[in-house]
T-cell receptor
Framework: AQSVTQLGSHVSVSEGALVLLRCNYS??????LFWYVQYPNQGLQLLLK??????LVKGINGFEAEFKKSETSFHLTKPSAHMSDAAEYFC?????????????FGKGTHLIIQP | KAGVTQTPRYLIKTRGQQVTLSCSPI?????VSWYQQTPGQGLQFLFE???????NKGNFPGRFSGRQFSNSRSEMNVSTLELGDSALYLC?????????????FGPGTRLTVL
């Protein structure tokens, strides 16, 4: 079984400030981890994924995430927030054994950018 | 390359009716997965089809079913609709399936059950 916890349903940062969105997971087998972004009335877009290669993963739009096995975390960061980053962000996990349970998503974090 | 398309984008039905949603994957992708998104439960996995066979299934009642055609297009059917079925239904396609493959999502079908 696998699960994802995203701390903070809403996160507000000022434009130009650091963005930090938290994600903790649990998985009975080595996991693969993903961050997706969803803009209003749109589907999900992949930001980045961890599939057991480098633990620091760089994604699109300046985002990156670090896989920390000891902390079971996969937090998403961006050094400088832009107004266009305002959206809903989802962390997701899938087991490396074939994905029988599909992608398991966290509840999402709504990122608000203050001008 | 065209993305994942879903039709219709919006749908209004009444309780007890049935509905069919369609998903056309990215050309060359053989796996299609379906997800339900609601404010209360978030995103939940429904099922995955690969080469016309259901390969994985989430924890949903039998009223939710699907199929995949030889061209990889997929349909999802919900019978005897309930108010709680109101949701955004997303499909995602990938080359060979779940796990490491990137899942590309469509824009979704917004189903409202009255």
């Amino acid at each position: 079984a696998q699960s994802v916890t995203q701390l903070g349903s809403h996160v507000s940062v000022s434009e130009g400030a650091l963005v930090l969105l938290r994600c903790n997971y649990s998985s009975s087998v080595p996991p693969y981890l993903f961050w997706y972004v969803q803009y209003p009335n749109q589907g999900l877009q992949l930001l980045l994924k961890y599939t057991s290669a480098a633990t620091l993963v760089k994604g699109i739009n300046g985002f990156e995430a670090e896989f920390k096995k000891s902390e079971t975390s996969f937090h998403l960061t961006k050094p400088s927030a832009h107004m266009s980053d305002a959206a809903e962000y989802f962390c997701a996990v899938i087991d490396s054994g074939g994905g029988a349970d599909g992608l398991t998503f966290g509840k999402g974090t709504h990122l608000i950018i203050q001008p | 390359k065209a993305g994942v398309t879903q039709t219709p984008r919006y749908l209004i039905k009444t309780r007890g009716q049935q509905v069919t949603l369609s998903c056309s994957p990215i050309s060359g992708h053989r796996s299609v997965s379906w997800y339900q998104q609601t404010p209360g439960q978030g995103l939940q996995f429904l099922f995955e089809y690969f080469s016309e066979t259901q390969r994985n299934k989430g924890n949903f009642p039998g009223r939710f079913s699907g199929r995949q055609f030889s061209n990889s297009r997929s349909e999802m059917n919900v019978s005897t609709l309930e108010l709680g079925d109101s949701a955004l239904y997303l499909c995602a396609s990938s080359l060979s399936g779940l796990s490491t493959d990137t899942q590309y999502f469509g824009p979704g079908t917004r189903l409202t059950v009255l």
